[in-house]
């Protein structure tokens, strides 16, 4: 492992791009008690802080450093299997360590981490001053899945990086690109499986708040998650001729099921106010879930670029045979330029951060109605706000007399 701080600097970020970290070390705190626990980068050489959760004080932050002579990652590396202790001062082995003197703890456990094709990343570890319970077969193997989880994700978001830096011009970046997600979206299932069942186990222990909390929020981030995947694979679907599949069925809860996808995007944005107008008459001839995804995309999209003070309206209605879906939010008004470009894939404004999505939910909102047989409208002022308009046969053969 090169332990240049160019190198080191690049595995920092390559754990900063795995977005399910932080919530992974927050449900180690809450549910093992532990007050530290850190995703640590562990070469021959060195101990190098990558992601931390600190209710102690112990210091480190990312990029922080520890003499790796100290540790006892190092000992784990060595021996490839974890090291756990529930209290120190009386453990039979640890008693004497210098390492629980050091600084001054009674409960330590860390798990290597180590990537699909054997290559040792470093390990997942947590510590406390107080004896914990950690050497339970349970927590240890939490651990164990959560550190597979990341080792997993860490070649995901290295392949994606090297992808990234290896597009020169734009048929290499489209060429690439397609090549890669259909990958992405293979791989990511299986960890993120793994995960959404972790969050679903914890999310049912009603009886302890903070671990249903934290599981809620894995269950959450797990969902939107596999939207992004589901969104690349119809993408590159109907990039290699499979075509954009739409399964049209007569929906009688056509309203229920939008409020419900409502429900699900106001959970995820506690401090926004989405306000909810959804009248629909009657069944709705349409595929559902594509309906559902279509109002997830617009939603999502408005609550990322509208202004945080500002509410997102959502309105339905059914209209001489068409059903209209509306989603409006406040904030600076998409200039003229970026208008011409918005339903692109892969297209994203320029002030877009890099965790705000892949650039596709806007396209496959346009494929969604095109394949219904509807329309897909944007308008933006400073005044009115932005607003996307689809509208949508909501019976046989409307479109063809419209």
Not at 150 to 167: K, N, S, V
């Amino acid at each position: 492992m090169d332990d240049s701080p160019g190198a080191i600097s690049q595995d920092i970020d390559l754990i900063g791009r795995i977005g399910a970290v932080p919530s992974l070390l927050k449900l180690i705190c809450s549910n093992t008690g532990m007050g530290f626990a850190a995703v640590a980068r562990v070469s021959d050489t060195s101990w190098t802080a990558c992601a931390v959760e600190d209710h102690i004080g112990f210091g480190l932050i990312p990029g922080g450093q520890l003499e790796l002579q100290t540790t006892l990652c190092f000992e784990s590396r060595a021996l490839r299997a974890p090291i756990y202790f529930d209290r120190a001062s009386r453990d039979p082995v640890y008693a004497g360590h210098h390492t629980p003197r050091i600084y001054n703890i009674e409960s330590y456990i860390s798990v290597p981490i180590v990537r699909p094709d054997g290559r040792y990343f470093g390990n997942l570890c947590a510590i406390d001053p107080r004896p914990m319970s950690v050497s339970e077969p349970k927590t240890v193997a939490m651990f164990e899945s959560f550190a597979d989880l990341i080792g997993c994700q860490l070649d995901i978001e290295e392949r994606q990086r090297e992808t990234e830096i290896a597009l020169v011009d734009e048929r290499a970046t489209a060429e690439m690109r397609e090549q890669f997600i259909a990958v992405l979206g293979h791989d990511l299932r299986n960890p993120l499986s793994a995960l959404s069942t972790l969050g679903e186990l914890f999310a049912r222990r009603v009886a302890e708040p903070e671990i249903a909390r934290a599981g809620e929020q894995i269950r959450t981030t797990t969902r939107r998650m596999a939207g992004l995947i589901d969104d690349v694979l119809d993408f590159a679907r109907g990039r290699t001729g499979a075509g954009f599949e739409v399964t049209k069925t007569e929906v009688s809860n056509l309203a229920a099921s939008l409020s419900e996808v409502v429900l699900e995007l106001r959970s995820a944005h506690p401090g926004r106010n989405i306000i909810e107008n959804i009248h629909i008459e009657g069944a709705v001839w349409c595929d559902c879930a594509r309906i559902q995804q279509l109002l997830s995309n617009l939603l999502a999209n408005a609550l990322t670029h509208g202004a945080p003070g500002t509410p997102v309206v959502v309105e339905s209605w059914t209209k001489q045979g068409w059903l209209v879906l509306s989603v409006v939010n406040g904030g600076e008004p998409i200039s003229a330029e970026n208008m011409a470009r918005i339903f692109e894939p892969y297209w994203r404004p320029a002030t877009t951060q890099a965790r705000e999505g892949l650039g596709l939910g806007l396209h496959i909102c346009s494929l969604i109605v095109k394949a219904h047989g509807g329309t897909l409208q944007v308008s933006s002022t400073a005044d009115l706000g932005t607003q996307f308009v689809a509208r949508i046969p909501a019976i046989p053969g409307i479109a063809a007399i419209a």
